[in-house]
């Protein structure tokens, strides 16, 4: 006789998989200061993401799932020059304990040695086109003198996991954002379209 159950789930769904921070550094051995933790939601990264542990700080007893904790961190290859506080998300069950035999493998994944200090962000990218074409449509209109400079300035959202230095003044930026769509990861949606490089 076949189980025709029908399962139902109701509510938020998530993507962590793991545990809080709390639940991994209270069980170790000076709170785990030298371990190494991930969080799940940047192995989706193919560059490696990790922290070190560094120094801990617990929270008072009605922020039980919450800690204080100051981590050396690796972004996407990338190791950040300053330590990182963790706090708002420490209560996340988002974190894993890596082996103390996995760490150095994971330590010499990291094919980059640079550090986000080294990354340059452009200060200006080009117009859309459509902006462009409509900005000369109007000055044509008005008879005012034709642009050659189709730019306008770049302003960022602040994340602890992205470069922070932006390029000033005429710097030359390490990375190079265009208002082309690059290489399509699925040519197939681009069927009969011409790609400009």
Known sequence: MANNTIIKYVGRTTDFRGKT???IIGRLKDYGVGRIVVRS???????PSFMRIVKVETCPDEERRRVRVWVEKTFRGYTHDKLTEIYRTSYKPDYKLIPKHEEEKLINSITNKHHFSDVILPNKIEMPPLMKEFIVKDHERKGL??????EMPLRYN??????????KGDEKPTV???MGLGKPVSLSLYAGVQLLE
């Open 21 to 23: 921070l709390w639940e």
């Open 41 to 47: 939601v940047f192995e989706r990264y193919p560059e």
């Open 145 to 150: 003198k034709t642009l050659t400079d189709f």
């Open 158 to 167: 602040y994340s602890p996991n992205r470069v922070m230095r932006i390029a």
């Open 176 to 178: 190079k954002f265009t």
